[in-house]
């Protein structure tokens, strides 16, 4: 048992490790506008990825899975969208819906799909749906309400899915009008470059995370206006 147990945290380990050799992979800062927006339709955006392994619970919740269950979810195979969300139902009290919203969210991978259940990637979502969908008014009192959570030790954590899923939200937005032939989408990609850029800013230099979101939010206004 104390040999399976150390097997299973140094998978783990090895799950971790594969994260931070992916957040060091994002594309540094692009100064050319239009090549933003031709990734941005071709659907080449690399979104920083959550280091929801870094939690001590998600952690724990790992470390207890049966053996072949956590080699399966480290072994990084992505299932289908059907299969995760219904690995994500048999350990989580969720709706089918909100399941699979969660395996889209997580690109197939049961791992962080269970992750993102257990760090409220579900109420972070519809937040930054409302707040698109809103623009170009800006609801200063959800966006206070939202920047609450950012407070106390799972803050950052939970920053950074906001701003993940604000910038998948303008990606998926940006793409479609790229492909119905719009233009006038410069605001848009400069918006999404800044959704991707701040996290790393934030957490690097100990900025104020409400402040960062309302940066984030007057930027996004103004590409809805412009548009």
């Given amino acids: 048992e104390h040999m399976l147990r ?21 594309p540094e800062h692009q100064q050319d506008v239009e090549h933003r927006v031709a990734v941005l339709a071709a659907g080449q955006a690399d979104h920083d990825p959550i280091a929801v392994s870094d939690h001590p619970e998600i952690g724990d919740r790992l470390t207890d899975l049966p053996a072949q269950t ?12 059907e299969a995760t969300a219904a690995f994500v139902r048999d350990r989580e009290a969720l709706g089918a819906e909100d399941a699979l ?10 791992g962080r799909a269970w992750a993102l259940a257990g760090g ?14 809103g623009l170009p008014r800006v609801d200063e009192a959800m966006a206070l309400s939202v920047a ?6 799972e803050g950052q954590a939970q920053f950074n899915l906001l ?14 009008r790229a492909g119905q032939g719009i233009g006038g989408l410069d605001r848009w990609a400069a918006a999404w470059e800044t ?12 900025l104020d995370r409400a402040d960062a979101l309302f940066t984030a939010l007057a930027e996004l206004r103004q590409a809805a206006r412009a548009a």
Avoid: W, Y
């Avoid at 919203?101 to 049961?110: I, N, Q, V």
């Avoid at 609450?148 to 030790?153: P, V």
């Avoid at 959704?195 to 100990?206: D, G, H, I, S, T």
């Fill in 101 to 110: 919203r969660l395996a889209k969210m997580s690109g197939g991978a049961p």
């Fill in 195 to 206: 959704l991707q850029r701040l996290p790393r800013e934030v957490e690097a230099l100990n």
């Fill in 148 to 153: 609450d959570r950012f407070r106390g030790g």
């Fill in 70 to 81: 956590l080699d399966q979810l480290v072994a990084f195979q992505p299932l289908a969208l």
């Fill in 163 to 176: 701003f993940d899923r604000l910038a998948e939200r303008v990606h998926g937005f940006t793409a479609e």
């Fill in 120 to 133: 409220g990637a579900i109420a972070m979502d519809d937040a930054a749906r409302a707040l698109i969908e």
């Fill in 6 to 26: 150390e097997v299973r945290l140094l998978l783990v380990e090895i799950h971790r490790q594969d994260l931070e050799i992916n957040r060091c992979c994002v």
